[in-house]
């Protein structure tokens, strides 16, 4: 009975630590995927979306600051997940000023949304399509800390 309920806790602070608030996660339109997002935001406009990513830049202007996010997968909890896969870029749109010292490249980031639609915006030497979203909660993750710990017996592992 101890252990049951020593299970029960453990799972009630590793299951319940979401990032963004429970009415915004509510309102997330979880019937579109990001393939969807990426392809045509101009159809989505006004949706409400949750995305997540690693920051590439960031710049204050005075409509508001700019965060150039490279897109990543969330995990269970919100947090972009540490992987080579993305569908593209996109801009958030924080209505203020946020410390571009903070929101600065290589931070993980979380955002929930609305679709604003395309901006076309110089990415070296090329005019990038960004998916362009309305800050409506950022959460900024703390950098990660140690080694990845990952198990596994490595059975297509070559030697």
Not at 26 to 32: M, P
Not at 59 to 81: A, H, S
Not at 84 to 101: E, Q, V
């Amino acid at each position: 009975m101890k252990n049951f309920v020593f299970i029960l806790i453990i799972s009630f602070f590793f299951c319940c630590g979401h990032t963004v608030s429970k009415e915004l996660r509510e309102g997330v339109d979880k019937a579109i995927t990001p393939t969807d997002l990426f392809k045509d935001p101009d159809t989505l406009k006004g949706k409400t979306v949750m995305l997540g990513g690693v920051i590439a830049s960031s710049i204050n202007t005075p409509e508001g600051t700019y965060v150039e996010v490279v897109q990543k997968p969330l995990d269970y909890r919100e947090r972009p997940e540490d992987t080579d896969i993305s569908y593209g870029r996109f801009l958030i749109l924080y209505d203020g000023y946020l410390d571009t010292a903070i929101y600065s490249m290589g931070r993980e980031i979380t955002v929930v949304g609305e679709v604003l639609g395309r901006k076309l915006q110089p990415l070296g030497e090329i005019q990038y399509p960004y998916l362009l979203i309305k800050s409506k909660e950022l959460y900024l993750f703390e950098p990660r800390r140690g080694i990845p710990i990952r198990f596994g017996i490595r059975v297509w592992h070559t030697f």
